[in-house]
């Protein structure tokens, strides 16, 4: 999604100062409302189309945990990103899809909400393979219009290796070459792992996997039906 159609809830207290988060915002071109209290930016959230909080406890009395989760009541589908004060313990209770400690620099705010807004379709290199759809520039992940997945590099590729040979089997020793770079296979556990993280991602019930498949003795197959 292009930055400039990115409209951004920052809630925020009065007097943040130094901690707040409002012209790194702005710099990065998003647009962006102010609330300085829970309330506020549940009133502001009903009259405005938002596609992403950033919730700064860290500027305020209390840790916002309770706001939180009256915004998510209220828009079950919109991100919020909650920032907390250095050595204070997470509160899950908030419901926020992405916790920050401060202090972070500017890059990592800037990943984290990139990772949770829609990629943008008009630049974006798509790629359809079945019921899959792969943001290759996004490196995220959806299974049938479910919502988008972010994934780890590693597993990014791991993905591509299977989409490019769909309906393939594709050994494991292909992919630790193609993959971890190495023709050693003495000792797969990595790639065990990842493939099980691949599962959680595309599968419903990873434990039973209709898409990527084991093959014995040879490796996996990402199953994609012919008319697909």
Known sequence: MEKSKVNVLLVEGKRANGSSVESVLENMAYRVWLA???QQALQTAAEEEFQIVVFNSATMRSNGA????RLRTANESLPIIHIRPSNQPIDETAEADVYLEQ???P??????????????????EIVRCG??????NKRSVEVNGSGESIMTPKLAHLLEEFIRNYNQVVTRKQLMQK?????????TRTLDVHIRWVRELIEENPAKPI????????GYILKVPEEA
């Open 66 to 69: 309770r706001s939180c989760r």
């Open 107 to 124: 890059r990592k705010l800037r990943n984290r909400i990139n990772a949770l807004l829609p990629a943008d379709r008009e630049t974006e």
């Open 131 to 136: 019921a899959i759809t792969y943001y290759r």
């Open 179 to 187: 993959v971890w770079n190495t023709d050693y296979v003495g000792d």
């Open 211 to 218: 898409f990527l498949t084991t093959v014995r003795g040879k």
């Open 36 to 38: 300085n209290t829970g």
């Open 103 to 105: 202090p972070f620099t």
